[in-house]
């Protein structure tokens, strides 16, 4: 639904051809689906009820024979992305990605590649998380990450969300007449296996910023990951001080909640609404996943989407 919504707002009156879509990409985020138990269960109770674990175990190969084969195929990574693509007709390839919360921010940066590359004359990304699962909701509520309003302790407020984003060339755009709402200037990330990014994380990506674009004004305005989780905040925080001491800061998951692998196109969605961000104002989005690394995205925006009714996310 929002791959569908995104594309709808950037096509507007002008849908893009049969000929852009050939050279159309689609990137996708994906976490991985651990329900392998629901499955073993399942052959249990129909095959062997009063069956014991080291018997089951010794009966796997069974459960490979019992299980549909388009069951397993639903799992695969690529399984979203194959739909979208058979969805709009896009078929200038792609892949999923995984990096856990880093994802939206990757699709970003690998996308940008292969646009300025020349490989692909437009890119649909397409994130989407779920902090509600019980998997993921079990490992924050272990860590005491979660936010409990009824007691006023702050943390992560767990939600389940995607967003979606459309991206043009200038060439594209020239073909279409399609109106940008923001330009994209510049995308890294960094690898680590650190569980929180720290200080010097953040200011190898703002140097690395500076050095290809520097930072003008008037200053940038940053919407900070601060996920809710202090120790991440601080370190961002710290960064900032010294890198762009004058900008501004946005948090909008304190609003929109924490959807972990949609979060930073999320983020990207709600500066675009948030009409306190002026128009030609350059926002820089931070981004991180736990043992992944972290990255930075930076725009320029040129279109205020405050009071449309469509929404890409």
Sequence with gaps: MAACKAMEMAEGDAPFSDEIRKFFTVFTNTETVRDFHLILDAFRKTRAPDIDAATLFGRLGEVAETTHPLRLFRKLPTNTLYHLSKIFGLTGGGYPLRRMSLGGLLLIEEALFRLQSSDASAALLCASGDMLSAENYGAFR????????????????????????????????????????????????????????????????????????????????????????????????????????????????????????????????????????????????????????????????????????????
């Design 142 to 313: 272990k860590m005491g990450l979660l936010a409990d309003a009824e007691q006023g302790k702050g943390g992560v407020y767990p939600v389940n969300g995607t967003a979606s984003l459309v991206l043009e060339t200038a060439e594209t755009l020239a073909t279409t007449g399609h109106a940008p709402i923001a330009e994209v200037n510049f995308a890294l990330t960094r690898f680590s296996t650190d569980m929180f990014t720290g200080v010097e994380d953040w200011s190898y990506l703002h140097q690395s910023l500076k050095e290809v674009s520097g930072v003008t004004a008037p200053p940038p305005i940053v919407v900070m990951y601060d996920n809710g989780a202090d120790q991440l905040r601080e370190a961002e925080l710290a960064a900032l001080a010294h890198a762009m001491p004058d900008a501004e800061t946005r948090s909008y998951k304190r609003w929109i909640g924490y959807s972990a692998g949609a979060s930073v196109l999320g983020d990207v969605v709600a500066a675009l609404h948030d009409s306190s961000i002026e128009t030609g104002r350059t926002v820089i989005f931070h981004g991180t996943g736990a043992g992944a690394g972290c990255g930075l995205v930076a725009m320029r925006k040129m279109n205020c989407l405050a009071g449309q009714k469509q929404v890409a996310a």
